[in-house]
């Protein structure tokens, strides 16, 4: 009987129960002082002046992108190597993603790539980076020629997906504390979970306003106002059209508990990262991550290796045999210009798209969790031996 790793365990050892009692014996299990709590722990954590608890890291972005007034016909600039949610935001409103390619072993853009998509849309408005896989683009390095500095001379708004880089640094700066509005997911699988569920943080005060506003209906005071504290009043008024993704109070009280071991949690996957860099640098056939800040800056919500040319399977042959060994393994992503809608509605092509191209052919991403025992790390590492040795 093979041994089974999966791709993610989640483990709910701190106070997660703890904080669950506490909301049922209040009653009160939408949004209310649980998830003011969360906020505030995390805008601590991010040194952000604002946080919101949304239902899903996809309705922050929407959020995000609907307060900094991205409205029909707008452009706004999303790399092909992201999961759709950073893209079908963009259409919610009506505007078009102009999608860019990505660097081969960081799968960020760089400032390269960006510049010249800025170049060729002078117009566009908005950029959505995906700090993949945890690690941060190059936002503000000291030289001044970063990600930030090019956004900010043409006036183009910055949103960051920061769905894997919880808890993640960026040049000395928390991410959370850098762009116009940053999204965090709280998804099972992504570095700390509430279920479903997620965060944006920002600094300026109308975004902030106008998001809070937008989370609840467009009306002026939440439930918790009205009728949950003590100097609640009923009335209220509905100042804009707006959605429906606040966070409930038991989601949150999971969030809390994570919260308190998210830098814990988060060495503990550096520790996994630095086994399998450790074990599968001499493996020829695989192209490692590139790792282009300190390790420590680093999420590592992902490990994603890339199956290079001299490999002697490819990729989907390669899951295969993970898969009969009991390992987990996914891929991320599959790029956008390789999807129906995308592909037809954009007329993308995969030539214009290198860097994502190459990535595709061969990434696979492979278990990194916090509980990772040593020998299930070296497990996997000896099943990608063989696999690749053609054992
Ligand atoms: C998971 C993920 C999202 C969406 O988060 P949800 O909480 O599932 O809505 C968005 N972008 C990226 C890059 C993700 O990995």
Same mark, same amino acid.
């Given at each position: 009987?093979?041994?089974?790793i999966p791709?993610?365990?989640?483990?709910?050892?701190g106070?997660?129960?703890?904080?669950?009692?506490?909301?049922?014996?209040t009653?009160?299990?939408t949004?209310?002082?649980?998830?003011q709590?969360?906020?505030?722990?995390?805008a601590?954590?991010?040194?952000?002046?604002y946080?919101?608890?949304?239902?899903?890291?996809?309705?922050?972005?929407?959020?995000s992108?609907?307060?900094?007034g991205?409205?029909v016909?707008?452009?706004?600039?999303?790399?092909?190597?992201?999961?759709?949610a950073?893209?079908?935001?963009v259409?919610?409103?009506?505007?078009?993603?102009?999608?860019?390619?990505?660097?081969y072993?960081?799968?960020l853009v760089s400032?390269?790539?960006?510049?010249? @998509?800025?170049?060729?849309? &002078?117009?566009?408005?908005a950029f959505? !980076? =995906?700090?993949f896989? #945890?690690? +941060?683009?190059?936002?503000?390095?000291?030289?001044?020629?970063?990600?930030?500095?090019i956004c900010?001379?043409?006036?183009?708004?910055?949103?960051?997906? @920061?769905?894997h880089?919880f &808890?993640?640094?960026a040049?000395?700066? !928390? =991410?959370?504390?850098? #762009?116009? +509005?940053?999204?965090?997911?709280?998804y099972a699988?992504k570095?700390?979970t509430?279920g479903?569920?997620?965060m944006?943080?920002c600094?300026d005060d109308?975004?902030?306003?106008?998001?809070?506003?937008?989370r609840?209906?467009?009306?002026?005071?939440?439930?918790?106002?009205?009728?949950g504290?003590?100097?609640?009043?009923?009335e209220?008024?509905?100042?804009?059209?707006?959605?429906?993704y606040n966070m409930?109070d038991?989601?949150?009280?999971?969030?809390?508990?994570?919260l308190?071991?998210?830098e814990?949690?988060?060495?503990?996957?550096?520790r996994?990262?630095?086994?399998?860099?450790?074990r599968?640098?001499s493996?020829?056939c695989?192209?490692?991550?590139?790792?282009?800040?300190?390790?420590?800056d680093?999420?590592?919500?992902?490990?994603?290796?890339?199956?290079?040319e001299?490999?002697p399977?490819?990729?989907?042959?390669?899951?295969?045999r993970?898969?009969?060994?009991g390992?987990g393994?996914?891929?991320?992503?599959?790029?956008?210009?390789r999807?129906?809608?995308?592909?037809?509605?954009?007329?993308?092509?995969?030539?214009?798209?290198p860097?994502a191209?190459?990535?595709?052919?061969?990434s696979?991403s492979?278990?990194?969790?916090?509980s990772?025992?040593?020998?299930e790390?070296?497990?996997v590492?000896?099943?990608?031996?063989d696999?690749?040795?053609?054992q």
């Amino acid at each position: 009987m093979e041994r089974k790793i999966p791709f993610c365990r989640v483990r709910c050892n701190g106070n997660e129960l703890a904080y669950l009692n506490q909301v049922l014996e209040t009653g009160w299990l939408t949004s209310g002082p649980m998830v003011q709590r969360l906020e505030a722990e995390f805008a601590r954590k991010v040194s952000s002046r604002y946080a919101f608890a949304v239902n899903s890291g996809t309705s922050g972005l929407h959020l995000s992108l609907e307060a900094l007034g991205i409205g029909v016909g707008d452009k706004v600039i999303v790399p092909t190597m992201t999961f759709p949610a950073t893209a079908e935001v963009v259409r919610y409103l009506g505007a078009e993603p102009v999608f860019v390619d990505v660097e081969y072993g960081t799968t960020l853009v760089s400032p390269s790539i960006l510049r010249h @998509a800025v170049d060729s849309y &002078p117009d566009v408005r908005a950029f959505m !980076m =995906v700090h993949f896989a #945890g690690q +941060a683009l190059d936002m503000l390095p000291a030289n001044g020629d970063g990600i930030i500095e090019i956004c900010r001379r043409r006036d183009i708004k910055v949103v960051e997906d @920061a769905a894997h880089a919880f &808890p993640a640094r960026a040049d000395g700066h !928390m =991410v959370g504390s850098i #762009g116009d +509005a940053t999204c965090f997911s709280f998804y099972a699988t992504k570095p700390i979970t509430t279920g479903e569920g997620g965060m944006v943080t920002c600094n300026d005060d109308y975004i902030a306003d106008r998001i809070k506003l937008m989370r609840l209906h467009g009306i002026d005071r939440d439930a918790w106002q009205r009728y949950g504290s003590s100097n609640s009043q009923w009335e209220y008024d509905v100042i804009a059209p707006g959605y429906k993704y606040n966070m409930p109070d038991l989601n949150a009280a999971l969030g809390l508990a994570q919260l308190e071991r998210a830098e814990s949690m988060r060495s503990d996957r550096e520790r996994c990262a630095r086994y399998y860099i450790e074990r599968l640098g001499s493996l020829h056939c695989v192209d490692l991550p590139v790792v282009r800040a300190p390790m420590a800056d680093h999420a590592w919500h992902l490990f994603t290796i890339t199956l290079n040319e001299s490999a002697p399977i490819g990729r989907n042959e390669f899951i295969n045999r993970m898969t009969d060994r009991g390992v987990g393994t996914s891929v991320h992503f599959k790029p956008l210009h390789r999807t129906t809608y995308y592909r037809d509605r954009y007329g993308l092509s995969p030539e214009d798209f290198p860097g994502a191209e190459k990535t595709w052919k061969g990434s696979v991403s492979l278990p990194i969790f916090a509980s990772m025992q040593e020998s299930e790390l070296e497990y996997v590492c000896e099943a990608v031996w063989d696999i690749l040795r053609g054992q």
